[in-house]
């Protein structure tokens, strides 16, 4: 037996002890090389095998890490026969651990909030490049890792809203919904990707729900005026104006529809 393969099969039976002493980075490394090594190896079939099963269970180990989920995002997953896709994941959590790992915690905090920020902006970019299938697969992957983060699905909705992608903002607000049923802001943005979809009462309703939730939100009055809007419901444009403006007298956008919606009452 060659001495690379004994190498790699030490490295791979030390990821569990690596990780219990909370050395998260030498057990990622260890792991990242071990496969290296069995991509480009030439093993036996038997060699291979049993590679594959070590794979399979310190995969499965670093997937489960407790301090992994804390600080990273994204889920490391492996069957067989995923040797490439299993590298690719281990390379970015590799670059990602020696870039922003520390002792403390709150570091650790931060650099997830930026690492999400980055693939945020990242999705943008790719839908503004016209690349709908890789964005939404940036964006599943972070829900993947924090299925039940609320704010995470808006912010991702609100990516797909502003860039005319309605059906998809709508599935995002719906799993937040799944998440968070009471959610003023949740019914809120789904008024909004409603509106959009051009699906005027259904967002209606979502609006008249996310009032309930919150009575004094003038922006949510204003949003619910921009459905009659473009219903050319001129009466119930010109109430909900006013019931914005009796709640801020200084929103300038709802004083522009007020004066819109009497001008059109009058030509009537």
């Known amino acids: 037996m060659s001495a690379d393969i004994l190498k790699a099969k030490k490295q791979l039976g030390e990821v569990n002890m690596l990780l219990k002493q909370g050395k998260l980075l030498a057990a990622v490394s260890n792991l990242h090389e071990a496969v290296g090594f069995v991509l480009k190896a030439s093993l036996l079939k038997h060699e291979l095998q049993t ?42 959590l590799l670059g990602f651990l020696q870039e922003n790992l520390t002792e403390d915690v709150g570091s650790h905090l931060t650099a997830l909030a930026e690492y999400r ?40 909705a609100d990516i797909f809203l502003k860039a005319e992608h309605y059906e998809q903002a709508l599935e995002y607000l719906k799993d937040a919904y799944a998440n968070d049923s009471n959610s003023a802001h949740v019914f809120n943005r789904l008024g909004m990707a409603l509106r ?48 914005a403006l009796s709640l801020n007298p200084h929103f300038m956008e709802a004083q522009k529809m007020k004066l819109f919606a009497v001008k059109k009452l009058e030509d009537a």
């Open 51 to 92: 590679f594959v099963e070590s794979l399979d269970k310190a995969a499965y180990l670093l997937a489960h890490d407790r301090e992994l989920k804390k600080i990273y995002p994204l889920q490391i997953s492996y069957k067989p026969g995923e040797e490439k896709e299993l590298y690719s994941s281990l390379s970015d």
């Open 117 to 156: 920020q980055k693939q945020l902006d990242l999705a943008k970019k790719t839908l503004h490049d016209g690349e709908l299938a890789k964005a939404q697969q940036l964006c599943q992957r972070l829900v993947e890792a924090e299925k039940t983060d609320v704010e995470l699905k808006i912010a991702i």
């Open 196 to 243: 959009k979809a051009g699906r005027f009462e259904e967002a209606e309703q979502f609006y008249i729900q996310a009032l309930e939730r919150q009575p004094k939100n003038e922006a949510i009055y204003f949003n619910l005026g921009r459905v009659y809007l473009d219903q050319q419901q001129w009466k119930n444009v010109l109430t909900t104006a006013e019931q």
